[in-house]
């Protein structure tokens, strides 16, 4: 459990719960309580009484249902008090296994895919609270705090000096539930380009594998894993796309702000949530090439081996063309008949090798020049 309270550029992180349920907690600022979702499930009445205080309102039993829910997909809901985000994390976990959910997407293929985290990321966010339930591992939490953290002691650094800008200390510190939610959302957006380098690269390997000709590739049902997990990568990401998308037009569905202040702050949300619906458009497009380019490995794999099977019948006719004629001097002289041209002679023998030899050379050297026994350039 990690407790911060924010206030301009200043963050102070809390170590309870109980101060932040008194009157007059938070005045200027709001807060962002980060719990794991055994810590939500065992702090929830003080969670609930903390949002009651500075809200005026709880949350619902659904919703803390899909907070809870170590399974469901991403998605965006929302009453008249607060909004909720569920968003499906892809990065590369080392965390235990809980028991019942399902953070691995596959145990064959790719040892990437056999150590990807999907599981959810639960955001319900107020006007002066934001509220966040993680995986047990908290590692999205941890991560994004230490930022925030680093992010306040630079701006105390530098508070000496008058900002030209007050939009510059925004850009460091999140200014409001809803624009940290975001980042923190961002955040898990880009933790995929890691585990987008590692999965291209071995996805690249498997394909070159299928398309050398002289590989024996054996290992289909791994194969098969990687594209159902592919798949499903896909859609996770639908999904993730389609919640942020839901976002975005509840936002826009809002009246706008009649003070230039709250209505500069509203385009600045606006403008980070395209930014991160941006994100995750790039995410899908490249989950969408890969599984792409595994369909396509497959296909000219077996393209490659029907080419390849192809020549061998190629070779094996013109080989066969040779030796017809061959076979048939050697079954017409083979016959049993008494009166043979050659078959008294004392060079016969010679004569009948030399024909031979002489009509396969000139069927060789025609097929050759045909290119008949010719190898294909790969």
Known sequence: MRLFEITGSQVDEHDALAPLAMPGACRNGYLWLSLTREEFRTALSDVQGILQSLCGTQLVDLHVSDLLNDQLPSHYDYTSQYDVVVFRRLAAGHGPVPADGEPRLARGGPPVLRRVDTRPVGFAVFDRVLLSVHPDDGAVRDSYAAKLLAAARSDRTEGAVPALDARAVSARVPTGPADLMLRVVNQIVDAYLDLRRELTRQLDHWQAELIDPKSR???????????????????????????????????????????????????????RSRDVLEHIERVVHHVRRLEQNAETAVQMHFSVQSHRANDIMRVLTALTAIFLPLNLIAGIFGMNFEFIPLVHKADGFWIAMGAMGVIAVVLVVVFWRKRYLARTGR
């Open 217 to 271: 590739f054996t290992n289909w049902s791994a194969l098969m894993e990687a594209r159902q997990s592919l798949h499903r990568l896909d859609e996770i990401c639908e999904d993730q796309r389609a919640a942020i998308q839901d976002w975005i037009d509840a936002m826009e569905t809002l009246p706008p702000p009649s003070a230039p202040p709250e209505l500069r702050e509203r385009e600045l949300l606006m403008v």
